[in-house]
């Protein structure tokens, strides 16, 4: 060692879009996912100037509304040379949709792609060009960094507990190309557990929507669809769910004690974030990877590692 600091290469150098959940109600998401990346050598350069993806709302209004938005967040990364990285499975399927959907118009529907532009230009703004990917960062552990260097980060194997996997309906279903992985059967977030030392929990519900989306106007059907896979996980031995989706997160975990007064039935399992899990497994202090925040104290999953 020279003592000089080592150049992170190009593949693990990411255009960071946090999304606004991170920022806010869910912070330890935006914490974990820092605190996670600089042990692994990951570089995050922040889009600062990004927007809201729209959550999948633009469009109901208007289609051109939310291709323009995201086009815009799309070519920030693009003036960077870099993927797109964010860690919301929500932003993920919107903007890696609306790529998909860009980079088709650039063939066959070109004028689309101009008038999208022009709004662009007229703003001030980089027109969008195709020219780069948009990733979740379960796919940046999985395909870019690997899981077995993971594996061989790992200083704390989380042996013993027994994790679920949830989902959600963006990160699998929004696009028409899925990488790493097969929409209907994921096996990634299962062979990442299997990575860090903890044994994954099969369940139904694990592909399925969280019931965030109905929680505005069907509360009760909403508490229904949540606390039927809780109780599922529950059922199968889960210690906690894990979730690469912060808006599936404040459904599971801060309504967690609402949904187990409406099921009449005590619940009180942990859920975390995806980075939260892995950093624990790299040797992150829990309060550094803000587990300390959760509604559904995370004290007896912690206890059952030790820590």
Known sequence: MTGQ???IPQSLRYAYFPGCVAQGACRELYQSTAALTTVLGIELVELKKATC???GTYKEDSQLLEDTVNARNIALAEGLNLPLLTHCSTCQGV????????KEAKVKQPEYLGQVNEFLTQQGCSPYQGTTEVKHLLWALVGDYGLETLKAKVTRPLTGLNCAAFYGCYLLRAQKYLPFDDPHQPESMENLF???GASPVYY???TQCCGWPLSSYATEQAFQMAGGHLQEAIAQGADCLVTPCPLCHLNLDSRQPEIAKFLGQSLNIP???LPQLVGL???IAPQALGLNRHVVKTR????KLGL
């Open 204 to 206: 139904r519900g694990r």
């Open 271 to 273: 859920i975390l974030h």
């Open 5 to 7: 600091t080592q150049a």
């Open 95 to 102: 903007i890696g949709h609306v790529d998909e959907r860009l």
């Open 194 to 196: 299997r990575a860090v």
């Open 300 to 303: 007896v999953f912690l206890e």
């Open 53 to 55: 993806c729209g959550s």
């Open 281 to 283: 497994a790299v040797g």
